[in-house]
C-alpha cells in the first residue's frame, strides 16, 4: 500500500536539494509535484501550475520509500521535523 507521507517526506528532502523531485514534465515548468488523496480512496501526484497528473505506481513508491529510509537512518536529527504516526 502507498503511504502518502512517504511521498511528501521525499518532497521536502527534495526542497532541500538531497533528491531529485518527482516534478511536472512540462520542461517550462517543472514544478514538484504534489500529493493529494482522491475521492476513491488512491493517492495522485499533480501539478498546480497545468494540472498534470499521476498516480504513483509501486516502482515509484519503492524508490521513494527507500530514499526517504536511508536518508533518516543516516540524520536521525532531521527526522524530528517530519509529523511521526
Same mark, same amino acid.
Given at each position: 500500500?502507498?503511504?502518502?507521507?512517504?511521498?511528501?517526506?521525499?518532497? +521536502? =528532502?527534495?526542497?532541500?536539494?538531497?533528491?531529485?523531485?518527482?516534478?511536472? /514534465?512540462?520542461?517550462?515548468?517543472?514544478? &514538484?509535484?504534489?500529493? +493529494? =488523496?482522491?475521492?476513491?480512496?488512491?493517492?495522485?501526484?499533480?501539478?498546480? /501550475?497545468?494540472?498534470?497528473?499521476?498516480? &504513483?505506481?509501486?516502482?515509484?513508491?519503492?524508490?521513494?520509500?527507500?530514499?526517504?529510509?536511508?536518508?533518516?537512518a543516516k540524520n536521525p536529527a532531521d527526522y524530528s521535523y517530519i509529523e511521526q504516526d
Amino acid at each position: 500500500m502507498i503511504n502518502i507521507k512517504i511521498l511528501n517526506d521525499y518532497q +521536502r =528532502l527534495a526542497q532541500e536539494g538531497i533528491y531529485k523531485p518527482i516534478s511536472c /514534465m512540462d520542461k517550462d515548468h517543472h514544478v &514538484p509535484l504534489v500529493s +493529494r =488523496l482522491e475521492d476513491d480512496d488512491t493517492i495522485s501526484m499533480y501539478c498546480v /501550475m497545468c494540472n498534470y497528473k499521476i498516480k &504513483p505506481g509501486l516502482a515509484l513508491y519503492d524508490v521513494a520509500k527507500r530514499r526517504v529510509e536511508q536518508h533518516f537512518a543516516k540524520n536521525p536529527a532531521d527526522y524530528s521535523y517530519i509529523e511521526q504516526d
